[in-house]
């Protein structure tokens, strides 16, 4: 399986702070991958750091193969990386359709306006957000503000998607459509990272998880693993927790 | 020796800039709003002073509070009746609102006072200090006291008093402070009334250096500009050190270039710090 | 919409029209002499122009007094019309022209200073209207070979010749001069002019150097003329600067022999601003309360327009008031010895010139600037300003040194 | 895509007798109107300009007067080199705008107050250089143009229609830029950079081209303008009211639209010409009056604004203000507003 986006040894400093360590791994088209980590983990800086906001301090980013440090941010977006940010971030006196309009037709290389405007009617449909197309996106819900988040994402026609915290905020049914959403997009074979700290809502979304501890990878493989690794529990529960968990496994 | 005393003359200047741009700076700091009132401001506590002197006798360093404190009064009426209405709205909008009243406030004087120029000649003069043959004028001594002073007096305001701490908290980040139950909308309005004091103080010691006018605001204006550009934001040991900077700039421009491009180079330089360092030399980052 | 945008344009015309209206129709019947006159009523300039209005409004009084001017066999009152350009100049070109062509004004007085008048000017010669320039004295204003501009002001170097001369032999020990000017046109000009006189009569230029408009401070400018050690200090600029440069001076004990300073010495406002420092401080001027000008205007002499002027205004006539009054003289005698309004008749009578007038007598030069009369110099003596030259209007002597 | 008014027909109307009113003013106006109609269209022009970065990209520039200034020395210079005017106009515009590319792409990154301070700056900076110029640019004497080889009318007409062009042009191309990609990335710019940068803006870029834009039409205004009035000086050509008015037209007309800024500048100028005259003395508070109510009660402008819930939101207050004006020249103004309002409201 060849791999659209492959991290080589990426760190990034602030000041002393190292917030990124050594990170490498690498993307297969179409997968769907968590990545999970306690509050402060890293997980924001990785995708800041891939969408170059943050550039790393070190080591190599390719994207289908070709390194992509040292590229603007816009650029990565037009070259198909996309993201959702945990604030959603409308631009709030547009109408939705002109929200989603924007991510095609600055991103997706689409060249009119006309065209952008109905490649965006589509992402609303399939997000379900068509009833409020001619609405000022101020005026959305939160639910619906980031469920246009994702549509503006798709409409940029990425190939690598970054979910930060796309459930945040969101009641349980909510979260569940939003699920079902991502797996929809991934079966249209586009890569998504989907950043949570909760375990539970990746695990069943999820192909793969990778575990971020203290900028570190410290764990990444399929969901059953993970949920087993001890440096996992130790990273969420602290040593004492972990330290019963094993005894718990040994004896049975 | 002649670079010497043109030292010197930088210094005071920069001691006398200061005290016209450190209301400015708070201002600025904490509501996040330029206050093209201060020139005015500063006018307004200057003519309060001649009056007082040339009618009353009084001394315009005694009637330094009574200035100040009348202009905070307007100061607080502005803010809390006016200003606060587009408080966290654009630059834009704050800017021309200021803009707007200060042409107001301007024309107010300008109908009340005309436009002739007025100078406070204090009996006897404060005169001259002399060190060998480098000549220190008083009055321009005490503008550098009064703006350490008022910068110091702010200082500790801020650090010691419930009100102060306040201050810093809701300039720091005005929405926690809300959450810890600060009343921001009342801290802002202290503070530009605040703001407004120090400009009164300093117009006080205005009107026995420069022949005061409604048409002298826009100078002084420009100057706390500058300074606080230089000096950095809301940082008040920046208010001190970008008036030096700015006086040194423009005393030794006139050395060098000589007096018509004095203001230039003191520009050129703002224009450049801007690009490289756009919160100023010792700015807090962060107010955009 | 449509009738929001009707409603404007029509109160727009209106409020367009209306002084056209009311004036025009007065026009037609020639009723009266009009004249024109953008004033700086707010602004930088206003001091200025609220005294060369009080000296227009004097003479219109003391014409409409008289019964008006005469034109031919009748007479007729005067009406001047006033704008405010707000100190800015290119809204008194405006004013200018919208006097001519709205307004209908048969003569026109033109805004303050020289560049302004430079400016105002052109719309003058555009139409045609004889142009009475009472406040512009740089040459750089009559250079353009118009035939409407006539000033009361002679040139720059009418002040500075005399006052180099009053200097050469009243304090011979005088063999360095240090010049400052303002960036400014008619402070500019007149600096370079000191600069010459100062030259041709082997007085050292140590010190030759401009200030910006609008600047806060002149410590190290006066540092380095206090290093250049001249005897004699020379600060053109009005009169904010002045009060600040002459404290600055104070402020570093500078004392030359002879400290000369254009223009505003010769205001009161600068005597109480300054108080003990405006002692000995010299000045030129065009024209003083002092003046002993006997004339044929409706004013008689100088003395008496002194005298009328106290009595309305409570206060002593400066320059600008007088010449205020004196565009006003002059436009009558002219008139009345064109025997019409008839514009090319009274341009034809004002630059035939030999006006007696009590701001001097009056005649121009082919510019059309005056080249008829001795401008005064001034020297503060104790609080008050005392005339030192010409010999005919002398009231004090040649004090040297500052105290 | 935004709150203009040119979807509505009315609109389309309205704006078009608006524009062919200015067509034809000249047959109907003498020379005095005619020179206010050039200095309403001179303001129109740099309204429109200022909308480009101003209204557009939301950023508060005050370059206005620097370009204006750079241009009516440029053009003046260039003209008493013996250049014929149109070129002379066209060249000036040519280097403003090569000046606000450089100038733009140094300052752009500057956000809020410090980009107004930049922007503010230049003007000065530029007003002294060309100060000490004097060689070139007569300094603090200012600076003349031999008068115009032309008769008295055909002078006014023929500046009358350059001021138009300019004008137009500045239109034109804001209607364009309105319906372009440029125009649309500069409006998500506006509303929120950091979104603007992630769906793929390049803001430099984009923010550049505003500010490129909003220089070029100024700078030939200001050429026509040295022409026209055939003297300028540094005080005057880089004046600040020259980068404030048209900020405050454009926020009368309101920010972002197309036909906003000229409204404004029509207004503006209509105050300008029957107000204030009225006031002598106190005309620049009635202007600071006047911006106060603005952004207190209209801060995004006629077009962007339901005109009758602002009204009815502030009616006292507004009646009491209108009430200390005085009734002048016939017209209760409380009325007018109200009956104008209701006009509107009915239209849409």
Redesign the interface.
Request: net charge negative; aromatic share 8%.
């Given at each position: 399986m060849s791999a659209i986006l492959e991290l080589r040894d990426v760190s990034r400093n602030f000041g002393g702070l190292r917030a990124l360590d050594g990170i490498s791994m690498s993307f297969g088209i179409g997968e769907v991958i968590g990545i999970i980590g306690p509050n402060g983990a890293g997980k924001t800086t990785l995708v800041n750091v891939i969408t170059a906001v943050t550039p790393a301090s070190s080591g190599d980013i390719l994207f289908n193969g070709n390194p992509i440090q040292g590229l603007t941010p816009d650029r990565i977006a037009q070259i198909g990386i996309a993201r959702t940010s945990q604030i959603v971030q409308p631009f709030p006196r547009l109408t939705v359709l002109d929200n989603v309009a924007a991510g095609a037709l600055f991103a997706a290389g689409v060249n009119t306006i006309a065209d952008a405007r109905s490649s965006a009617m589509e992402q609303l449909e399939f997000t379900g957000l068509a009833r409020v197309a001619h609405k000022l996106a101020a005026t959305l819900s939160l639910a619906d503000r980031k469920r246009l988040e994702l549509a503006k994402s798709l409409a940029m026609k990425p190939k690598l998607l970054m979910l930060d915290e796309v459930n945040a905020g969101l009641n349980a049914s909510e979260i569940d459509a939003a699920l079902d959403l991502i797996r929809a997009i991934a079966a249209s074979g586009v890569t998504i990272l989907l950043i949570e700290h909760l375990m539970k809502v990746v695990l069943n979304a999820c192909s793969r998880i990778a575990v971020l501890h203290q900028g570190r990878l410290i764990a990444d493989g399929i969901p059953e693993a993970i949920v087993g690794d001890a440096k996992v529990i130790e990273a969420y529960l602290g040593r004492k927790f972990a330290a019963r968990q094993r005894k718990v496994m040994e004896t049975s | 020796?002649?670079s010497l005393?043109?030292l010197i003359?930088?210094i005071?200047?920069g001691g006398?800039y200061s005290c016209i741009a450190v209301g400015f700076s708070l201002v600025w700091g904490v509501l996040n709003i330029i206050n093209i009132l201060h020139g005015s401001m500063i006018v307004l506590g200057a003519y309060a002073a001649f009056f007082a002197y040339s009618q009353l006798g009084i001394h315009p360093f005694a009637f330094i509070p009574i200035a100040g404190l009348s202009l905070f009064i307007l100061g607080y009426g502005l803010q809390a009746k006016i200003i606060n209405r587009v408080m966290g709205a654009p630059v834009l909008i704050t800017l021309t609102l200021t803009f707007g009243l200060n042409l107001i406030l301007d024309n107010m004087m300008?109908v009340a006072f005309?436009?002739?120029?007025?100078?406070i000649?204090l009996?006897p003069p404060l005169g001259?200090l002399e060190l060998g043959s480098l000549?220190i004028?008083i009055d321009?001594l005490y503008a550098m006291v009064l703006a350490l002073g008022l910068v110091g007096c702010l200082y500790a305001i801020l650090r010691a008093t419930q009100i102060g701490r306040a201050i810093v908290a809701v300039r720091m980040d005005r929405d926690a402070a809300a959450l810890m139950g600060v009343k921001v909308k009342q801290i802002y309005a202290v503070t530009f009334a605040t703001g407004a004091f120090m400009a009164g103080a300093a117009g006080c010691l205005m009107s026995v250096?420069?022949?005061i006018?409604p048409?002298?605001s826009?100078?002084?204006l420009g100057?706390a500009f500058v300074v606080c550009v230089l000096g950095g934001l809301g940082s008040m040991p920046g208010v001190i050190l970008g008036g030096i900077l700015l006086g040194l700039l423009?005393?030794?421009g006139?050395?060098w270039l000589?007096?018509?491009f004095?203001?230039t180079i003191a520009f050129v330089v703002l224009l450049t710090l801007l690009m490289f360092r756009p919160t100023g030399l010792l700015g807090k980052r962060g107010f955009e | 919409?449509?009738?929001?945008?009707k409603?404007?344009?029509r109160?727009?015309l209106?409020?367009?029209m209306?002084?056209t209206a009311v004036v025009s129709t007065s026009v037609i019947a020639q009723e009266s002499v009009l004249v024109g006159a953008p004033l700086p009523?707010?602004?930088?300039l206003?001091?200025e122009g609220?005294k060369l209005q009080r000296g227009y409004d004097l003479w219109v009084e003391e014409v409409n007094k008289a019964g008006g001017i005469a034109v031919g066999n009748k007479k007729l009152p005067v009406k001047i019309i006033y704008?405010?350009y707000?100190s800015?100049?290119?809204k008194a070109?405006?004013l200018a022209?919208?006097l001519v062509?709205?307004d209908k004004v048969n003569f026109l007085f033109s805004p303050f200073g020289s560049?302004a008048t430079?400016?105002a000017s052109?719309v003058s010669?555009?139409?045609g209207v004889p142009t009475l320039a009472p406040t512009a004295s740089s040459v750089?204003v009559y250079d353009?070979g118009y035939k409407n501009l006539f000033g009361t002001f002679t040139p720059n170097d009418s002040l500075t010749e005399p006052l180099a001369d009053l200097v050469k032999s009243g304090a011979p020990e005088v063999k360095r001069v240090a010049i400052?000017s303002?960036?400014?046109?008619y402070p500019?000009?007149l600096g370079q002019d000191f600069e010459k006189s100062a030259k041709k009569r082997g007085i050292e230029v140590v010190y030759f150097?401009?200030?910006?408009?609008?600047?806060?401070?002149?410590?190290?400018?006066i540092?380095?003329i206090r290093?250049s050690k001249p005897d004699w200090i020379v600060v053109t600029g009005y009169?904010?600067d002045l009060?600040?440069i002459r404290?600055?001076l104070g402020?570093?004990?500078v004392r030359p022999v002879v400290l000369t300073m254009i223009n505003g010495p010769v205001y009161q406002?600068f005597i109480?601003?300054?108080?003990?420092l405006s002692n000995n401080v010299t000045t030129a001027t065009w024209w003083h309360p002092a003046a002993r000008y006997t004339s044929q205007d409706l004013f008689k002499s100088s003395e008496n327009y002194t005298k009328l002027f106290k009595a309305k205004y409570k206060d002593d006539p400066d320059f600008t008031n007088a010449t205020g009054s004196a565009v006003g003289v002059l436009l009558q005698l002219a008139i009345e010895r064109a025997g019409s309004l008839d514009r090319d008749k009274v341009r034809a009578s004002l630059a035939a010139g030999n006006f007696k007038t009590f701001f001097g007598p009056l005649s121009f030069s082919p510019e059309g600037y005056a080249n008829s009369y001795i401008p005064p110099i001034i020297q503060v003596q104790n609080g008050r300003s005392a005339v030192l030259y010409p010999k005919a209007i002398k009231s004090g002597d040649f004090r040297l040194g500052l105290d | 895509m935004n709150a203009l008014?040119c979807s509505k027909p009315?609109?389309i109307?309205?704006a078009v007798?608006?524009l062919l009113?200015f067509l034809f003013f000249p047959w109907v106006a003498?020379?005095?109107?005619l020179?206010?109609g050039t200095?309403m269209l001179m303001y129109s022009a740099l309204a429109l300009s200022w909308n480009f970065i101003g209204g557009f990209a939301g950023y508060p520039s005050f370059a206005t007067a620097a370009f204006f200034g750079l241009g009516a020395y440029v053009g003046g210079i260039l003209q008493n080199k013996g250049i014929p005017a149109p070129l002379a106009w066209l060249l000036a515009g040519l280097l403003v705008t090569i000046f606000a590319v450089v100038i733009g792409r140094i300052i752009l990154h500057l956000k809020g107050h410090y980009f107004a301070i930049a922007s503010l700056v230049i003007g000065d900076v530029l007003r002294?250089i060309i100060?000490g110029m004097t060689s070139l640019t007569g300094?603090?004497?200012?600076l003349?143009l031999a008068?115009q080889k032309m008769g008295?009318t055909e002078?006014a007409q023929f500046f009358y229609f350059s001021m138009l062009t300019v004008a137009g042009l500045a239109l034109v191309t804001t209607v364009l830029l309105d319906r372009s990609r440029l125009g649309f990335g500069l409006r998500c710019i506006e509303q929120n950079e950091d979104a603007a940068v992630r769906i793929g803006i390049n803001t430099d870029r984009f923010k550049t081209a505003a500010f490129m834009l909003s220089s070029t039409f100024v700078g030939m205004a200001g050429a026509v303008?040295v022409s026209w009035?055939?003297?300028i000086?540094p005080?005057?050509a880089f004046?600040v009211l020259i980068s404030v008015k048209p900020i405050v037209m454009t926020l009368l007309g309101g920010a972002g639209t197309i036909l906003g800024p000229v409204y404004g500048a029509?207004?503006f100028l209509?105050l300008e010409?029957?107000v204030w005259?009225n006031f002598?003395?106190i005309?620049?508070g009635i202007l600071g009056l006047l911006v106060v109510l603005l952004i207190l009660f209209l801060p995004r402008g006629i077009l962007n604004t339901n005109l009758w819930s602002v009204v009815e939101a502030h009616a006292r207050v507004l009646r009491t203000y209108f009430r200390l004006l005085p009734r002048f020249?016939g017209?209760n103004l409380w009325a007018?507003v109200v009956?104008?309002i209701r006009?509107?409201r009915h239209?849409?």
């Open positions: - | 020796m002649l005393q043109i003359n930088g005071l200047l006398l300008m005309k436009a002739d120029y007025r100078k000649i009996d001259l000549l004028p321009r250096i420069f022949p006018s048409l002298t826009n100078a002084f100057k423009e005393s030794f006139t050395l000589g007096p018509d004095s203001t | 919409m449509r009738t929001q945008i409603n404007l344009l109160h727009a209106q409020g367009l209306l002084t009523l707010t602004g930088p206003s001091p609220t704008y405010d707000q800015n100049t290119p070109v405006q022209e919208k062509i709205d560049g430079k400016a052109a010669e555009k139409y750089e353009r400052l303002r960036n400014d046109l500019l000009a150097d401009k200030y910006p408009i609008g600047a806060l401070d002149h410590a190290s400018a540092t380095q290093s009169i904010n009060i600040l404290k600055q402020d570093q004990k406002e109480d601003a300054t108080g003990p | 008014f009315a609109h109307v309205v007798l608006f009113a003498n020379n005095y109107l020179r206010i200095t002294e100060n300094g603090g004497m200012g003349n008068a008295v002078q303008y009035t055939g003297y000086d005080g005057e004046e029509f207004l209509l010409e029957t005259r002598l003395n005309h620049s020249q017209i007018w009956r104008i006009n509107i239209q849409s």
